[in-house]
């Protein structure tokens, strides 16, 4: 009975930047709880390529296209994942962009584009979700994906935190206005998570030196965000809205 509490059976999960890293992971763990995924992303042939590998491990998967800084191409995406899926009644909001610029050399074009993927591509697909979730009358849940540097900063990283800490705030204020309607809103905030995209960084000398002040003393599994995206994603998460799961091996201690 409690496992069955974590079932994604019945549901269609849509997962934003879900051509590689953690978008691609999510989008494999959610098929396997029984979820039909719907795969979205600007890089359809990466899409197509994850969700085959879905499909061949049982699950039900499809690809659209979806650029989050474009309001047009979030409504055609929802409405392509309805077509091939069915209502979205889960939504992780994945899509983001990293930066690296000392504040004072950073052109402002590079805090606007951090800023149009990390927080206006939220607003956008959560607003749409929310909105076609109401309109079901069915309740859902949107997971927006934050980060440790939402709750504490790092140099050169202003607009990457500064994103982050407003997704936070976000998905609080989705959650209140949205839990009359059945929608659950909440975030999960990694910390150092070895993906395909940083693994070999993580494993350089500068890697190191940030991996050695982790109280764990190393970097996050994938697998180890399996347990909180399902938590949040199905039943057994039924109770919580606004709230924002940490898992970073203690890196936000040591941040202070």
Do not use: C
């Amino acid at each position: 009975m409690v496992l069955s509490s974590f079932s994604l059976v019945g549901k269609t999960a849509l997962v934003t930047g879900a051509s590689s890293g953690l978008g691609r992971h999510f989008a494999g763990v959610l098929a396997a709880a029984g979820a039909k995924v719907v795969l979205a992303a600007r890089r359809l042939d990466r899409l197509e390529a994850a969700a085959v590998e879905i499909r061949a491990a049982g699950g039900v998967a499809h690809a659209v296209e979806m650029d989050v800084t474009q309001s047009s191409s979030v409504i055609g995406a929802f409405d392509a994942a309805e077509r091939a899926a069915g209502p979205v009644g889960v939504l992780v909001n994945n899509a983001g962009v990293p930066s690296s610029s000392w504040f004072t050399r950073m052109p402002e074009a590079e805090w606007r584009a951090v800023l149009d993927v990390n927080l206006d591509g939220v607003f956008r697909v959560g607003q749409e979700a929310a909105r076609r979730m109401q309109a079901a009358k069915a309740g859902g849940s949107i997971i927006n994906i934050a980060s440790i540097l939402g709750l504490s900063v790092l140099k050169t990283l202003a607009p990457y935190a500064t994103s982050k800490a407003a997704v936070i705030q976000l998905t609080k204020a989705m959650a209140l206005e949205l839990a009359r309607d059945g929608i659950r809103v909440n975030a999960i905030a990694p910390g150092y998570v070895s993906t395909e995209l940083n693994a070999a960084f993580l494993q350089s000398e500068a890697g190191s030196k940030i991996l050695a002040k982790v109280p764990s003393g190393r970097a996050g599994a994938l697998h180890e965000l399996d347990g909180p995206l399902l938590l949040l994603a199905s039943d057994a998460g039924a109770y919580m809205t606004g709230s924002v799961i940490v898992v970073d091996g203690g890196s936000l201690l040591a941040l202070g």
